[in-house]
């Protein structure tokens, strides 16, 4: 096979990949793409002889320039979003990654129920000065465990915030009804 033709196979197959690369910043872009360059050159010369099927070969193991550019820019994302430390970033960051597949969907769950759960001890913290009979941690006769809000009836009992329940039930929002009155773990006077 020409040299030529290897060239221009293998540089059409650079420029689809770096057609699909374009949230990446233009200097880590080209940086990727020369990589990429010499990874594939490399590849090639490792053979004994060039032809047209040794070079669709490496390219096919190198991977569709979609797929790669894909798993790049979300690698790049997550780099970005651990760098930043914001909130915003990291959730946003997890959520583009968890439309690309089910790692990426359970990351972003659980990153949504530690920020719930964050926020729900925050809320906790500043609101128990103001209420503090309906700001605790409670205890149902269900033998559930909640961290938030309760609505103060006895009967209709409904608590708000962060709910577990042995063995393995874990609820972020509004528990369900209580056959009976909750009571504040930790206040003496209500044992």
Known sequence: MCADNVDIRIEEYLACL?????????AERDELIEEMRCHILERIADEDQVSGDVVSRVLTAVGE????????????????????????????????????????????AVTLAGYGCAAVGYLCALLKPILPERIGLWLSP????????????????????????PPISFVLGTQSATNGPVREIGDSAAW
């Open 142 to 165: 269900e033998h559930t465990l909640t961290l938030g809000y309760w609505n103060g009836r006895l009967s209709g009992t409904e608590v708000y915030g962060i709910s577990v329940r």
């Open 18 to 26: 770096q057609k699909n690369l374009s949230k990446l910043p233009n």
């Open 65 to 108: 320039p979609k797929q790669l550019a894909s798993q790049y820019e979300t690698e790049y994302m997550l780099r970005q979003a651990a760098r930043s430390r914001s909130p915003l970033v990291l959730l946003g960051s997890t959520l583009k990654w968890g439309t690309k597949g089910i790692t990426g969907f359970v990351a972003f």
